[in-house]
């Protein structure tokens, strides 16, 4: 890939809104846009590390998947969930991915976040729901109704933290925390 096509991809990106704050009434000039989504998750994966020093993970590794794991979506844009669960997402996405042209290394590290196949790929995958989590909490805040997704998303972030605790119980434990966390303050009424 060269810088050119990079720019492209980053461009795209930033003018890309997020689909699920639309189809709940958030004004396409204030939905969160994958960029904003990508900042977030790799925000929270270094709050995550900063704050719990887990000395197990490998931080190059979650940051690359943090930074590369809605990539493909300059590509065939943020699709709706209704989407997602009626067909095998996972093999498109991966697809759309290799058409990035990336190295070999990034497109392993894709398919290991994409299948929560490490500890680091199913953590990405936890900041990621968290992240859909914080944004519904703040659109719940503006009152746009989106309490469906507050309970999907913190469903979604609890379940996947049960696959992380079969790997490592204390990584899952402090996860486990930052969830309390943001629904104790995403209920609150401040």
């Not at 904003?36 to 270094?46: A, R, W, Y």
């Not at 493909?72 to 943020?78: F, R, V």
């Not at 990034?106 to 936890?126: A, C, D, H, M, W």
Request: one cysteine or more; hydrophobic letters at 40%; aromatic letters at 8%.
């Amino acid at each position: 890939m060269n810088i050119v096509k990079l720019i492209k991809i980053i461009d795209t990106l930033i003018n890309t809104p997020r689909i699920g704050w639309i189809q709940r009434g958030v004004s396409q000039s204030c939905a969160e846009s994958v960029s904003d989504h990508i900042f977030t998750v790799s925000l929270l994966i270094v709050y995550f590390i900063e704050k719990f020093k887990v000395k197990n993970i490998d931080v190059g590794k979650i940051l690359k998947m943090a930074l590369i794991h809605d990539l493909q979506e300059s590509l065939i844009g943020n699709v709706s969930g209704d989407v997602r669960r009626v067909i095998d997402w996972n093999d498109i996405e991966i697809q759309f991915f290799k058409k990035l042209e990336l190295s070999n290394e990034l497109n392993t590290l894709f398919k290991e976040y994409r299948f929560s196949e490490s500890l680091e790929g199913i953590l990405v995958n936890i900041f990621d729901k968290l992240s859909t989590l914080i944004r519904a909490c703040i659109y719940h805040k503006q009152k746009y109704d989106v309490k469906d997704l507050i309970e999907y998303y913190s469903k979604r972030s609890r379940e996947l933290n049960m696959k992380l605790a079969s790997l490592n119980d204390e990584v899952a434990s402090n996860v486990d925390s930052i969830i309390n966390e943001v629904l104790e303050w995403c209920l609150s009424s401040d």
